[in-house]
């Protein structure tokens, strides 16, 4: 059964206050207020001099379980939910693979889940493990992204975007961070993503409660658990209020919703749900035996959630 080996993080160190992206991309006092009051985006971390390359391997050198254990890294994946990571010939997947000393590893990029792509390269990967047969072998999943662009800086109406990024080393099984639940729901009718007319985004804003709350009890039902054997919930980082009808439709206090890096460090692509895992963490909020539960939500819209036992 797949795990989780160890999960590292790297938080880049420039804060960028949310009312200054806004402003550039040409939002009213109202507009940054709604973001700021309503949706609780403070600040974003970003590193204007790295690169997507260099923000991928921060995060994977802090595993300190990958060390000496290279040759045992069969797949390594990168999960975007930006098809085009960097400019073309860049080789951002193989530029890692190499610093690393990955380069017998089978390497490959899933964007199909936007956002949720992350949770879906975990649930491949350890797939590919078992069909493998080697106990001792390993994958390393990749996620976060740059926002070097107006359309990556900011989800309209949902989250102001961060340039965070995780590295998760997956094992083939073990008795901790096991994931015992796996759920994923797409909606093709909403594929345009951002750029949906505003007939279509009053729907999908109508439907995501509600379709996040069927994703995530789903994942429960795969898992043999309910909301209420929840620990804590490691969301992606979206605005607080549609967590807060979410949890009322699950049945889950709010308080177990991690949501404390939501004002700290905006959405981070696909890297949310295992940056708030390093902060429960260090917040002690998860002990060995806690059920919990990640979720994310792609843009397109693929609606997923994971049930794992610390």
């Not at 939002?27 to 973001?35: D, K, V």
């Not at 490959?108 to 069909?131: E, I, N, R, Y």
């Not at 992204?145 to 083939?172: C, D, H, I, Q, Y």
């Not at 940056?275 to 997923?304: C, I, K, W």
Request: charged share 20%; with cysteine; net charge negative.
């Amino acid at each position: 059964m797949t795990a989780l080996e160890e999960v590292s993080t790297h938080l880049p160190a420039e804060r960028t206050p949310v009312a200054q992206i806004l402003t550039e991309l040409d939002h009213s006092p109202a507009q940054i207020g709604l973001y700021r009051r309503y949706y609780g985006f403070a600040e974003v971390r970003r590193d204007p001099r790295a690169t997507v390359g260099d923000l991928l391997l921060a995060a994977a050198r802090k595993l300190e379980h990958l060390r000496g254990r290279e040759e045992q890294v069969r797949y390594l994946a990168y999960a975007p939910t930006i098809q085009l990571a960097a400019p073309y010939p860049t080789d951002v997947l193989g530029q890692v693979r190499d610093a690393l000393g990955l380069t017998h590893a089978a390497a490959f990029s899933l964007t199909q889940h936007a956002c949720a792509s992350a949770l879906l390269a975990v649930d491949a990967c350890g797939k590919l493990l078992a069909a493998d047969g080697d106990p001792d072998a390993l994958a390393l999943v990749l996620a976060g992204e740059k926002t070097f662009t107006r359309v990556t800086r900011l989800m309209p109406n949902s989250a102001v975007m961060g340039e965070a990024t995780a590295a998760v080393l997956v094992r083939p099984g073990g008795d901790r961070d096991r994931v015992l639940g796996y759920a994923t729901r797409t909606y093709s009718e909403f594929h345009v993503g951002p750029f949906e007319p505003p007939d279509l985004a009053a729907r999908f804003d109508e439907l995501y409660p509600t379709a996040l709350a069927e994703v995530i009890e789903a994942a429960l039902d795969a898992s043999g658990l309910t909301a209420a054997e929840l620990t804590l919930v490691l969301p992606h980082n979206v605005n607080k209020m549609s967590w807060y009808r979410v949890a009322r439709m699950i049945g889950l206090p709010v308080e177990r919703i991690l949501l404390d890096n939501v004002p700290v460090l905006g959405h981070c692509f696909g890297a949310d749900p295992f940056v708030n895992y390093r902060t429960a963490q260090e917040l002690g909020r998860l002990d060995p035996g806690d059920h919990y539960l990640m979720t994310s939500v792609g843009v397109g819209a693929t609606f997923s959630a994971m049930v794992l036992r610390r």
